[in-house]
């Protein structure tokens, strides 16, 4: 693979098919979506096999680099943690083609390209090398989820695509400002040559803080959280499924590629900032999803409250936390994905959201019960499904560091049990009140096809890690030891105490002592 540049040719290939689509009836820009994505899946699984995964691999792979103008360039690259990042992008995109196939009837030819034109960008973010490049990615991802929202989505469609659009937008300006002075100070636009630099930590603090205002909104941390439910709502399923499955994790990235790295003492000394939204987002925003009557906006809320455990495990500054991190944002991309599927399959069917118009659905859609509840429990986080690993991981890194925060952040997974069980069992179980509810067919072999993939992987994940956690862990100790010299002190370490004399002298000792209490 040495000198190919199959990072390229992964984002020409849905380029290509965006611009094709454009020109083609609705049947045909279904199929060239598909294929066209289903050659991108190829690409990435040639990508992980390829990809070098020994301790003594270079950190940064499939390097490709061609100058534009300036300092700007075409510079791609990935390590460990853009190869997973990448292999779920390229793994959901299929699914959501599919998703849509009979779901979009207006046109078609624009909404497959908007989708194919959002995974070019998805892929350029993961592999950008070249800062201003990674900031082109970052905000034109944007534009074809806005447009997906506001053309093909409910009712409410213009205003949450406004707000989705104005709160990503509006953090993502002290950013690139943030970005020209780091150029304009470190004399190159290179990231990774950026991630090695000692930047003044009094400067450290500013940057860190206009990073994080874009970040934050990405993720969405709370409170600046709210956009997320709205566009939930309001955006098709496949729109759901990939903006909770890969745009949410572009925040996480951007922590791990830049905030902690970059400004590695400002991460340290504003880490109880993290921690602490981190711990309201969790009990809150897992509260709020307990009493939603609208199933999207329940998976929705879910969705902050899973990404505040990433942020908890991000600023642990640790190996289990980074780790964990990395594991619950590949989980939550696959799980969260499956419950909106899992929503808009009977959304299709009765057209509401309603939770109490359905009951009693394992009586007549077993097989959609049986995968239901699988998604359900993985998303409670139970033992050999994938987010049990991450959040595992994630709540003993920030255990070593703050045990406050390791108990609040548990205390979301017992709440997270709560309102996914008493979902299923609305959902799934109980009578069947509602006629034309239980006249509704089980899935079809298309929605097998679209559901079967991500329950094998989700039970691949929480059965065999390894095989996930083995990419990232160079890149992932690289991280840890760029963190090493910052971290802050943990308050579970356990402290030893003094050694006991040892002697003629200690055993006097003792015996006066004795002698004393007799």
């Not at 699914?95 to 989708?115: D, H, L, N, P």
């Not at 045990?403 to 996914?420: E, H, K, P, R």
Request: hydrophobic fraction near 55%.
């Amino acid at each position: 693979m040495d000198g190919f540049p199959i990072l390229s040719l992964m984002m020409a290939v849905p380029m290509a098919g965006a611009i094709a689509c454009l020109f083609a009836g609705a049947q045909q820009a279904r199929w060239i979506a598909l294929l066209a994505t289903l050659a991108d899946l190829v690409l990435g699984i040639v990508l992980w096999i390829n990809f070098d995964q020994s301790a003594s691999a270079p950190q940064w792979q499939f390097q490709e680099y061609a100058p534009i103008f300036g300092r700007f360039a075409w510079a791609l690259g990935i390590d460990g943690i853009a190869l997973m990042l990448i292999a779920l992008t390229v793994f959901l995109m299929p699914i959501c083609i599919g998703a849509s196939w009979q779901a979009i009837e207006k046109r078609v030819g624009e909404y497959m390209a908007a989708f194919l034109f959002m995974e070019v960008l998805m892929i350029g973010v993961f592999t950008a090398q070249d800062l201003y490049l990674f900031y082109i990615m970052f905000e034109a991802g944007l534009i074809p989820m806005y447009l997906i929202i506001g053309i093909w989505g409910g009712a409410d469609r213009i205003y949450a695509s406004y707000k989705f659009f104005l709160y990503t937008l509006l953090g993502s300006v002290l950013m690139l400002i943030a970005m020209m002075w780091m150029v304009h100070e470190a004399g190159t636009t290179e990231i990774p040559a950026l991630m090695a630099y000692n930047f003044d930590p009094h400067v450290q603090i500013w940057l860190w803080l206009a990073f994080f205002a874009s970040f934050a909104v990405k993720m969405p941390m709370w409170p600046v959280h709210t956009w997320l439910p709205d566009a939930h709502v309001q955006a098709p399923t496949a729109g759901s499924v990939i903006l909770a499955g890969v745009l949410l994790k572009m925040g996480g990235y951007g922590f791990i590629r830049f905030s902690l790295p970059m400004f590695p003492e400002a991460s340290a000394q504003l880490a109880p900032l993290v921690w602490g939204l981190s711990m309201v987002a969790v009990v809150y925003t897992s509260l709020v999803a307990l009493v939603q009557s609208d199933m999207k906006k329940l998976i929705a809320y879910s969705s902050v409250a899973h990404m505040a455990i990433v942020t908890l495990g991000l600023f642990a500054f640790n190996q289990a936390g980074l780790e964990g991190s990395m594991m619950v944002m590949l989980g939550h991309g696959l799980v969260s994905g499956a419950l909106f599927l899992c929503v808009g399959v009977i959304y299709d069917r009765l057209h509401t959201r309603e939770i109490a118009r359905y009951g009693g659905l394992a009586i007549n859609m077993p097989k959609y019960a049986v995968l239901f509840l699988l998604f359900t429990m993985a998303a409670v986080g139970l033992p050999g499904t994938s987010n049990f690993v991450g959040e595992f991981l994630s709540l003993m890194g920030v255990y070593q560091v703050s045990t406050w925060a390791a108990l609040v952040g548990t205390s979301g997974i017992i709440l997270g049990a709560a309102y996914m069980l008493y979902l299923y069992r609305r959902i799934c179980y109980g009578e069947q009140k509602n006629a034309d509810a239980a006249a509704m067919p089980d899935l079809s072999v298309r929605e097998v096809a679209l559901l079967a993939p991500i329950a094998a992987v989700v039970l691949w994940m929480g059965i065999y890690p390894e095989s996930f956690l083995a990419p990232m862990r160079p890149a992932i100790h690289a991280l840890e030891a760029r963190l090493a010299s910052a971290a802050p002190a943990g308050d579970s370490k356990i402290e030893m105490g003094a050694p006991k004399p040892v002697g003629e002298g200690a055993v006097h000792e003792e015996v006066a002592a004795h002698g004393e209490a007799h």
